[in-house]
Structure formats: structure tokens, C-alpha cells
């Protein structure tokens, strides 16, 4: 007779504890992640559980118990499964069941005829590509470990362009050649089609299975079955595909590994490199991620031993990296050149598209323009949901909220003074291919960007149309700037360098290093060096300056210097409290309580920020107020302990404000 501690799939704060049943099923063993039925409440609900600990003994003090009803252990967890979910329980300060429901493929009962989520994908077999020196001393030291199939973690830290994809594509092989499983996790759906491409040409597609957030519940369920009977050993996808449920890894490979995706950002709150760091450790299995433009946290680990550092320093074909001129738009304005092109990139646009050769424009800010302004009274249209300014969308009439979606008709007078004279400010996407259509009549023009790509399917086909030449020129958002590796991308323009260069966060300047040096790093794949065009009002600004010389150790210096005296990541974890409700009093009062028993909570080590309002101050409705805690690298644990007795007493108190929110080193604080 054992006594089983389970998960009980029930997901309020008030049921977030393990409850401890009676095993007699004579039929099946209790194990670690087994899936139970049992009675659940006063009651006796017949309700799903999962088993997290199993014991020959009761626990002290209680004589009678509930038993388990059934068994389904095929769809259960794995005993690492389990086990990493309760890890995640404590490391993310979630409810076990959210934990546990990151392994599940969710809708189980789902028809299992269902559309193939590999249709479109064209593939031709490939075979291994020769290697340089660079890359083939990387791929030895990555083989050399999973011959010893113990676990160790690289860096690989390779300029855009350099072959990171081939090494990934052999050392994949090596381990699947020797029986054990892969995982490949890209940062965006977007790219999850070419990811996928490549490895099949090499694999084969009925090897692979995919995972992300787009399938559609039965698609999931399917592709859940193929891995739990083994008939695929390779998963690719974006973040979630971290939880695959396999039995036996040997190489998980993150890719882009700084993109801010793999961080969630629902509960639970984790990072997919923390969870597969977890994983390879429990399979002795090998992680490599990789990056041109590596997080200044994880370049940080690398140089402290916590990563083995693999490094690719030059393009695969050995073409230079592009060339790269900055162009102060301040000194255009003197000239009268109030366009969004400056001189410069209208002239290399002009002898791009003469000579057949692609271009891509890149700007991080979706719509025509970035807000309206009265320019008699300075009124700007906010939305009331949210608090933030409303954004012009040319092609839908309207100004629009971006993060509820709200719309509003553009005011031809001021709601304020009455003026007329009332007016579009910044630009968006929208606008740059108006202009750039304007500039280039003759030359084929599409925009990739969230607004774009709203329809299903169109996403592949404007990168299709983009790869295969039908588009000369490509405007969008950081989707251009991601992953693509097209030959005949001679230009890249950045429109403004500027945009994300002031967002209040303490990885501005780190996500604005990346994105410029990524979105560069698109020019000059084929034969030819490419040429970059980056256009800024902030010439002087030392990130732009290192982008532009593609220098990332000067980048690096610099930021770890700026972190490391301001108590930021990797010398800290950041533990980010927002309290919100329909009453701004209720939210300042909640969140200054919050405040007062972390200080009185917490020793004199971590420093206790805030109340304040949130960059986000208002959201759906809700007033949003945040306290942020730094905790000193290596003191975690304590500060995780005291979020959880503090969203217990939040959640008791019926004067509290209406929601509770934590996030650990989140990737955004708006």
C-alpha cells in the first residue's frame, strides 16, 4: 500500500498544494507524473490529478484518506517531466498545476484526423555541408560532449552569416545517431517553416515533430502522440517546445538565444533557457545556444565558466561583414531634407534595385504614425483602457491601441481647444512603404509586420514572394530582422536606429545593439558584401556606434560595467510586483502595503523599489502600481518565499486590491 502526493488539476490559489491519497490499485504501481483520477472536495468531484511524490508511509498526524479512483499513466508526465515542473513550481513563483499543464498537450480528447501541420513545407534531401575551421572546432567540442553523454552548455557566439545553422544540423545528427532525442527551439513562429525545412532536407520530415502556440488543439495532441510513442525523435518550434515530452534528450539547441520570446509572459512566467538548462542537466544531455548577438547575461556566464564560449568570428563564404554607415538625420534636417530617406539611402536604394539586387527597410514601429498631437495645446488621444497614446493606422481609418486593440475615428478638431490644427507625429511601417512606393514606383514593395500578417498564412507568403525574389524591397518590424538568409539582400536600411533606444528599461540599449546588428547582419549572405545604411538622430550614442562598427565586445564592456554598478542582471534577479484595479486609491494603498512587508519581510541584502506607477500606468481598465525588488545574485531563493506568503495574504485580504501580478527578471517592465 503507498500514499501518493498529487497535483490536482484545479487551478485557483486556494487549492495550490499537494493532497495526499490512498494507493490500492492492484493493477498498476504508483510512479513519479502518473495521471490519477480522484475525489476532489467536500464533494468528492471525480477530478484529474498527477502524482508528485510517491511513499510507503502516511503523512504524520492524518489517519484517514481519500483514494485514488484510476490510473491513466500514458497521459501522465515522465518522473523529469514531473519533477522539472515542480523545480518550475518554486523557481517561478506559479501554481504547481500551471507547472504541470506546460507538459501536456491540452486537449487530449481531440480528433486526431487533422490537417498536416508540415503542409507547404518543401524540402529537397541535403547532405551535410563542408565545414571551416571555425565551425568544425565548435562541432568537436559540442561532439566530444555527447560522446561522453554528460551535460555541458555552450555559448555559440557566431557573427550573422557565419554557419551557426550547419554546426546545429551535424552535432544533431551525432545525437541522433546515437539514439537520444533533440529539441530546437527558434524565438518566432515566423521562422519556425525554415527551421523546419532545413532539418527535414537533412532528417526527413516523418523523424520531426512541431510545437508552437498556432496549432490548433488536435494538431497538438497529434504531434504529442508521435513523441510519446517514439515515432519521432526531433521537435522543432518556438518556446514551448522546451516541454516536449521526451525520455531520453541529448541535445536541445536554442537559437537566437537573446530573443525576448523565449521569455513568457503569461503564468507561469519562465524562461525557456532556464527550463531546457534544467532538462539537459536531468538527461545529461548537451545545450548549445546560440547568437551573433548574445545577451549581455549569458556572454556574462560564458566568461565565468557557466558556459563553455564557442566562437564563429567570420562569415561562412567568407565575404566581409557588410559595410556600415551611420547618417546623422540631424544634419539632413539642416540640408531641408524633411524626408524619411536620408540622401545616402535614397541614392543606395536607387543602385540596388538597378542592378537586381534586394533591399530591406527596417523600422521597430508598426502603423503609418506614432501618435496625434494638437499643436496649439499638445492634447494627444489616449486610450482609456490603457492610458497609452493611440497610434494612426492609415489603411484602417483609425488610431488604435496597441496592446487592447481598441479604435477610435481620428478627431479632425481637438477635443480640448477645438484647434484644427491637429496632426500625425513619427513614423510607422505604413508610412515608410507609402514613401518608399512614392520614391520607387517601379520597384515591387510589401510590409511585413503584425498588422500584415493577420490573415493565416500570409506570413509564409510574403517571405515566399521575399525569398524567391518576387519583392524587391521588404519593409517591416524586428520580423525582418530575424533570421533571414536570403543571397541576393544587398541594402538594409534602418530607418530609425532611435526607437527602441529610449524605452524605459534597463535593456534598452542592449535590444537596440541587437536589433540593429541583426537586422544588418540580413545584407551582403551571397557573394557580394552587403551595405547597411543606419539613420539616427543620436549619432554620439555609444550602442549605435558599437552596432555600427559590429563591435560586440566594445557593446559588452560597456553594459556589464553599467549593470554590474547599478545591481542589474546577471548581478541581481529582479522580482517585478504590479498591483492593478479599477481604482487607482485602492491600487497606490495595496501596492505601498506590498512594499512596507517586503522591506520588513526581506534582510537589508535586497533593496526594495517603489511604489510607483507602472510604464504601463493603466491597462484594460485597470491602474497599475509596482514595487520591484532587486535580490543579490545567489539570493533567489529567499526573496521566491516571501512572494508566495505575500500573494497568500494578498489573496486573504478582502481589502486588497483586485489583482497580484509577478514576474522574475521579466524581459519588459511596461
Known sequence: MSYVS???????????????????????????????????????????????FVSETPPEGVKRFKKVLSALPEEGLTREAMETALWMRSRCVCRYIEAVKCFLPGNTQAKRKTKDPFEGLEAEPGKALSLNADQQAALDAVSQALDRQENENFLLFGVTGSGKTEVYLQAMEKALRQGRQGIVLVPEISLTPQTV?????????????????????????????????????????????VFAPFDN???????????TSYKSDKSPKYDAMEVALKRAKAHGAVLVLGSATPSATDFY??????????????????????????????????????SLFSGLLTDEMEKTLAAGKQAILFLNRRGYSAFVSCRECGYVPRCPECGISLTYHKEAGALVCHYCGRTEAVPRVCPDCRSKII??????TEQVEEKAKELFPSARIERLDLDAVKKKGS?????????????????????????????????????SADVTLNIPDYRSGERTFQLVTQAAGRAGRGEEQGQVIIQTYSPESAVLQAAA?????????????????????????????????????????SAARCAAWLKRSLSSDYIVMGPGPSPLAKQSGLF??????????????????????LRKLFEEDKSAARLLTLDINPFSFI
Open 6 to 52: 498529487v497535483v490536482v488539476d484545479n487551478n485557483t490559489n486556494a487549492t495550490d498544494e499537494l493532497y495526499t491519497y490512498l494507493w490500492d490499485l492492484q493493477d498498476t504501481a504508483p510512479e513519479t507524473g502518473c495521471k490519477v483520477r480522484v475525489p476532489f472536495s467536500i464533494h468528492n468531484k471525480e477530478t484529474d490529478g498527477y502524482v508528485a
Open 197 to 241: 525545412s532545413r532539418f527535414m532536407s537533412r532528417f526527413g520530415k516523418d523523424r520531426i515533430a512541431v510545437l508552437h502556440s498556432k496549432l490548433t488543439p488536435a494538431q497538438k495532441s497529434v504531434e504529442y502522440a508521435k513523441i510519446r510513442s517514439r515515432q519521432v525523435d526531433l521537435v522543432i518550434a518556438a518556446r514551448s517546445a
Open 249 to 259: 534528450l541529448g541535445l536541445i539547441v536554442i537559437d537566437e538565444e537573446h530573443e
Open 301 to 338: 556566464r560564458s566568461q565565468q565558466g557557466i558556459f563553455r564560449r564557442l566562437e564563429l568570428p567570420r562569415r561562412y563564404n567568407r565575404v566581409p561583414l557588410p559595410k556600415v554607415v551611420t547618417v546623422d538625420m540631424r544634419e539632413e534636417v539642416k540640408a531641408g531634407n524633411r
Open 423 to 428: 496632426g500625425r507625429f513619427g513614423a510607422g
Open 459 to 495: 506570413l509564409e507568403a510574403i517571405l515566399k514572394r521575399f525569398a524567391s525574389g518576387k519583392t524587391d524591397v521588404l519593409i517591416g518590424t524586428q520580423l525582418v530582422a530575424k533570421g533571414l538568409d536570403i543571397a541576393n539582400v544587398a541594402l538594409v536600411g534602418i530607418i
Open 549 to 589: 562598427a559590429q563591435d560586440y565586445r566594445s557593446f559588452y564592456d560597456r553594459e556589464i560595467s553599467i549593470r554590474e554598478s547599478a545591481l542589474y542582471p546577471p548581478f541581481s534577479d529582479l522580482f517585478r510586483f504590479v498591483v492593478s484595479d479599477e481604482d487607482e486609491g485602492k491600487a497606490i494603498d
Open 624 to 645: 497599475r502600481y509596482q514595487v520591484v525588488v532587486k535580490a543579490p545574485a545567489g539570493k533567489r531563493r529567499e526573496c521566491s518565499a516571501a512572494a508566495v506568503k
